[in-house]
């Protein structure tokens, strides 16, 4: 499988469930990061990862909680979320922090 | 600071027509600006960026865009709109403040019409 994939495409949590959105990359880039897409909104930058170190988080709530164990794999923890965290979540890789990005399919999460 | 102005939030058009849809940057160092397409129920996939050299890019499905450094615009225009056209739109600024950064617009929806 070539590309960015990420899973599951679809979620339905609750407020006090704990789950995790995992994004895989095969295209040998260094750098991977998290966005948020909701309706009518800009898309936010969450978090971006360079080499598995974290290199910018943009003031986003501690339920989120990111991993990068290596290069090609980025997690997203949720825990205690709230109803306005619905919302697309979409991963990208690129080659460098800042390059041309290559974005995944997007996990839709709906808390409720 | 950078920004990037997506100017219409929606731009309805009917099929054949031509369509432009506008994208302005605030930056004060040099850019790379890029032009991404999201279609329904998918991420984002490039359609076509500048980095440096001719000012007219241009992507494999008949879209072009023009870098114009004075207006601090990268408008994306299309003579002839498909029905297959009808997506999100994603304008996106790349710039070096004490490192690379990319900021992205908040987008257009391009509804093409039979």
């Known amino acids: 499988e070539t590309g960015v994939t990420q899973t599951p495409r679809h979620l339905v949590m609750g407020m006090t469930n704990k789950k995790s959105l995992k994004c895989e990359q095969h295209?040998?880039?260094?750098?991977m990061y998290w966005y948020k897409q909701s309706a009518k909104k800009p898309l936010e930058l969450m978090f971006v990862y360079s080499l598995e170190e974290r290199v910018e988080n943009n003031s986003v709530p501690s339920r989120f909680s990111p991993e990068c164990p290596n290069s090609s794999h980025l997690f997203l923890h949720l825990h205690t979320l709230q109803p306005e965290d619905s919302a697309l979540y979409l991963c990208a890789s690129s080659l460098g922090v800042g390059e041309e990005q290559f974005f995944g399919p997007g996990t839709r999460l709906t808390v409720l | 600071a950078q920004s990037v102005t997506q100017l219409d939030s929606q731009v309805p058009v009917f099929e054949e027509a031509p369509v432009e849809l506008r994208c302005n940057y605030s930056s004060s160092v040099s850019v790379y600006l890029f032009w991404y397409v999201q279609y329904p129920n998918q991420g984002l996939q490039l359609l076509l960026k500048?980095?440096?050299?001719?000012?007219l890019v241009e992507s494999i499905n008949g879209f072009e865009a023009e870098f114009n450094k004075s207006q601090t615009s990268f408008h994306l225009r299309k003579p002839s709109v498909h029905i297959s056209d009808t997506a999100e739109y994603f304008c996106?600024?790349?710039?070096?403040?004490?490192?690379?950064?990319?900021?992205f617009g908040a987008g257009t929806r391009l509804f093409v019409k039979a």
């Open positions: 500048y980095l440096s050299g001719s000012t």
């Open positions: 996106a600024v790349r710039a070096y403040t004490g490192g690379f950064k990319t900021i």
């Open positions: 295209l040998g880039h260094n750098a």
